[in-house]
């Protein structure tokens, strides 16, 4: 069982940037592959970015690409978002969430594990 956490969501301007973290409970969480979503009010939830157990891939969605890092520190259990040149696009509620195969998917339904999320408004 793995629980997920997130925080460092706020309001930021346009062209500001924002950490995100994801805080994971579970002795098993370096295992798995972790992937940040979000989604906006009447929009479904979308793909960001995902990370593999070891760190060493990395796959992030093109309207982030470049904008965007993510990160992890199995050590603290605990895995980021750097986000960096925000839009207001960008705007919407940001879920961590746990795949136990490490699929690297961009499907929702392929993660085992969701955050409750983190609220991330961009300003213009």
């Known amino acids: 069982q793995v629980q997920l956490v997130e925080s460092g969501g706020g309001l930021v301007q346009a062209g500001g940037s924002l950490r995100l973290s994801c805080a994971a409970s579970?002795?098993?969480?370096?295992?798995?592959?972790i992937a940040w979503f979000r989604q906006a009010p009447g929009k479904e939830r979308e793909f960001v970015a995902a990370i593999t157990w070891s760190g060493g891939s990395t796959y992030y969605a093109d309207s982030v690409k470049g904008r965007f890092t993510i990160s992890r520190d199995n050590a603290k259990n605990t895995v980021y978002l750097q986000m960096n040149s925000l839009k207001p696009e960008d705007t919407a509620v940001y879920y961590c969430?746990?795949?136990?195969?490490?699929?690297?998917?961009?499907?929702?339904?392929?993660?085992?594990?969701w955050g409750q999320g983190t609220q991330v408004t961009v300003s213009s």
């Open positions: 579970g002795r098993t969480f370096s295992n798995y592959a």
């Open positions: 969430a746990a795949d136990i195969y490490s699929s690297m998917s961009r499907r929702t339904g392929s993660y085992h594990y």
